[in-house]
């Protein structure tokens, strides 16, 4: 047998028909029509037919003039993924055109022009191509779209939207889009999201989000604001939660009624704006009771460190001395918390206090990652000190919510 063909097994007393892959470990690995992997004793696999050429017919894109134009810009990730019968493995490589193909009711939606300034997995993203998603949305916003779209995978898709969203000022929504299980899994959400986020980039909004199922049913989608949200578990559809704050909206499946929160930005409330500079040389480290100080000797040369403390924004004494280093060295540093609530706060305890002493600059209640795309986006705007802390401990973009929901 080879990849590709036609094979049959018993499951359950069931006989079943499968695609075979390949053999592993002394095992013949299939693809059932579920869309999971198999391995059964290669024996207990029976041959059907040879290997074809099992891509369906595509079909037509009928594109309506009157709906609202939209920009799909395709960066990859589990939501553009097809299976690689190969290996049984699921790939990043469709276009933004196949994304359309796939979910046929897209076109009932918007009209759309498609653009790929990359295809990779989302933990291969870098800032430099933060850069490019930045300016190939500012086109495609000057171009005259009604909405733009972003397909990317969901493990680092809350830092794109955050440097998106601090680059860029969008008279327009501009959203995030990905899903958690490809689309050969039955209860892949894909399909879902991708329909909520159309709807979501004609809707009345003016701002980056994400857009993600918001319950574990298929009942709605919640819009996330780019600079509050995180993912939350590795698999689960609703992964992504509004920390801090509320979701700007939701949308309504199958319906896909847009639903504004009162909090959310309006479309056309501000003109489009690229601020596009960025500083790479910037770093986030989590504190861990003993971690050794010698540590911050390898972030010498870079220009911001952003530190995820412990509580209202701590770490311990030993590491004192070396953030004195850093900022003397003329090295921005950023205190926020691992505490997923709440706020750095460091006038309560004498390290907290010792930590301003040094030149620290408090985070607010910033999540930590948002702290470190926005360090670069400041750095790349000013060398001034001052103005540094002052970007920072300002709300850009609602990443700081300036009272928290309980005490600080």
């Known amino acids: 047998m080879k990849t590709g063909d036609l094979v049959s097994c018993t499951l359950g007393g069931e006989t079943v028909e499968a695609i075979y892959i390949t053999e592993r470990d002394g095992m013949a690995v299939l693809k059932l029509s579920s869309g999971y992997n198999i391995g059964l004793p290669p024996t207990d696999v029976r041959f059907i037919g040879d290997a074809q050429e099992r891509k369906a017919e595509e079909p037509l894109i009928i594109q309506d003039s009157t709906l609202p134009e939209l920009s799909i810009i395709s960066t990859g990730g589990t939501i553009a993924s097809r299976v690689d019968y190969r290996t049984g493995a699921v790939t990043s490589r469709s276009t933004a055109e196949e994304i359309i193909r796939a979910i046929p009711r897209m076109a009932s939606v918007g009209q759309y022009r498609t653009r790929q300034p990359f295809s990779i997995l989302s933990e291969n993203m870098k800032p430099s191509m933060w850069i490019e998603l930045a300016r190939t949305i500012y086109a495609e916003i000057e171009a005259g779209v009604r909405g733009v779209i972003i397909t990317h995978g969901t493990d680092t898709m809350a830092y794109s939207a955050s440097a998106v969203s601090f680059m860029l000022d969008t008279p327009v929504p501009v959203i995030f889009v990905g899903s958690q299980r490809s689309a050969d899994r039955p209860s892949s959400d894909n399909a879902m999201n991708a329909l909520c986020s159309a709807a979501a980039a004609s809707a009345d909004l003016g701002e980056v989000a994400i857009c993600m199922h918001g319950t574990e049913h298929d009942d709605f989608c919640a819009l996330h604001r780019a600079t ?34 009162p909090h959310a930005i ?22 861990y009771p003993g971690m050794d100080p010698a540590i911050l000797d390898s972030y010498a ?108």
């Open 228 to 261: 509050r949200v995180r993912k939350m578990h590795t698999s689960r559809r609703d992964a992504f939660q509004s920390i801090g704050t509320e979701p700007i909206a939701t949308i309504t499946y199958p319906e896909l009624a847009v639903s504004p929160a």
């Open 266 to 287: 309006q479309r056309g409330a501000q003109e489009p704006v690229l601020n596009d500079t960025m500083e790479e040389r910037c770093a986030l480290f989590s504190y």
């Open 301 to 408: 040369s870079y220009r911001g460190v952003v530190i995820a403390g412990t509580g209202l924004g701590h770490v311990g004494t030993t590491l004192m001395d070396g953030i004195r280093q850093l900022v003397r060295n003329q090295t921005t540093v950023v205190m926020t918390t691992q505490c997923l609530s709440g706020r750095v706060c460091d006038r309560v305890y004498d390290t907290g206090r010792d930590l301003l002493r040094a030149g620290v600059i408090e985070g607010e209640d910033m999540l930590p990652e948002t702290a470190l795309v926005k360090l670069m986006w400041v750095l790349g705007q000013t060398d001034e000190p001052g103005e540094i802390r002052k970007l920072m401990q300002e709300s850009q973009k609602g990443e700081i919510v300036r009272r928290s929901a309980y005490g600080l």
